[in-house]
C-alpha cells in the first residue's frame, strides 16, 4: 500500500523560503514519477512539479521556474520540494503525488494515482 506523507508547510513572509518533504512508504522513490500539486481556494489542483529519476528529468510549472527546485534523498525514501523567493500567490494546500508509470502528461493531476494528504503553505505580502 503506498502512502505519501507531506509536511513543511506553514506561514512565511513574502520572498521567504520553505523546503516541503513528502516520506514515501510502499514504494521506492527513485523508482516512480514522484510531484507536487498545489491547490488554493476556488481553484483547480495544479502542477508544480515533477522528478523522474531513470532517466534523472525534472519539469516545472511555468509560475515556478528558477524558484522551486525538485529532488529526492534515495536514503530517506522522500520527495523535497524546496521554495525560494515565495510570493502571496504560492499561498495553497501542497500535494504530492505519484503514479505507475511516467506520463507525457505529467501536468495533470488525472495523470497521478497516489496522493497525500497536503500541507498548507501562506505567504503573506
Known amino acids: 500500500q503506498v502512502q505519501l506523507v507531506e509536511s513543511g508547510g506553514g506561514l512565511v513572509q513574502a520572498g521567504g523560503s520553505l523546503r516541503l518533504s513528502c516520506a514515501a512508504s510502499?514504494?521506492?522513490?527513485?523508482?516512480?514519477?514522484m510531484g507536487w500539486f498545489r491547490q488554493a481556494p476556488g481553484n483547480e489542483r495544479e502542477f508544480v512539479a515533477v522528478?523522474?529519476?531513470?532517466?534523472?528529468?525534472?519539469y516545472y510549472a511555468d509560475s515556478v521556474k528558477g524558484r522551486f527546485a525538485i529532488s529526492t534523498d534515495n536514503a530517506k525514501n522522500t520527495v523535497y520540494l524546496q521554495m525560494n523567493s515565495l510570493k502571496p500567490e504560492d499561498t495553497a494546500v501542497y500535494y504530492c503525488?505519484?503514479?505507475?508509470?511516467?506520463?507525457?502528461?505529467?501536468?495533470?493531476?488525472?495523470?497521478?494515482?497516489?496522493w497525500g494528504q497536503g500541507t498548507q503553505v501562506t505567504v503573506s505580502s
Open positions: 503525488a505519484s503514479h505507475d508509470y511516467f506520463s507525457v502528461r505529467y501536468y495533470s493531476k488525472n495523470a497521478y494515482h497516489y
Open positions: 522528478i523522474r529519476s531513470s532517466p534523472s528529468i525534472t
Open positions: 510502499g514504494r521506492t522513490v527513485s523508482n516512480y514519477p
